[in-house]
């Protein structure tokens, strides 16, 4: 079995989705690339997390071909790999329905920078994309370019996608999106929430990867 360490990691990362109350049941989805050897660990999809083992994770290479396993790789995984083939840094890709950041995904609005802390991951609004079922010719390519250079989209009607150099950072930036979009939802019940501007927030992230000593990409 190849690059068990990864698979275990993958898995690990996978079995935190529920725990944070980010997906349930078999929802939601981990991908993370090997630099090394360039193939790429997924989980398969549709299986309870809690009964898998890292035997059960899937290896592919860049272009979803199987390498190993014996679950087949989802169609979805063209488009978790466009992410990481987008930017050489990026090594992680986590999917969840998060249900208040999926909410802002069903009424097709971007989360805007309202936190220091999504400016410290994000530095920039999440965008979202219209509705793509998993056969519209556009599914694999479109949330990369809507993405951009940031660092999470939402997937129109359905949830959020957060990247990362590490499976830690994707998984991270995917608890602080939710975090942010259920802040984001009850100040609107308050009065107008006032986001970061562009300059406060490209200032936060600035400081937080290249100045506090943190590189959090
Ligand atoms: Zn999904």
Redesign the pocket.
Known sequence: MILEELRAHVLQTALLLPKYNL?WMA???VCARDPQTGYVVVTPSGLDYERLTPNDMIVTDMDANLVEGKFRPSV?LNLWIGFMRACSELNAVV???SPYATAFSVVHQPIPVITETMADWFGQPVPVTRYLSVEDPDFPTLPVEVMGNGYAVL?GN??PVTVGKTLEHALERAVTLEEAARTYSIARTISVPVPLTDEQAHASFDYYHNRYGQRKS
Request: aromatic share 0%; glycine share 28%.
């Open positions: 997906v929802g939601g989805t979805a999917h969840t329905h997937l359905h949830g």
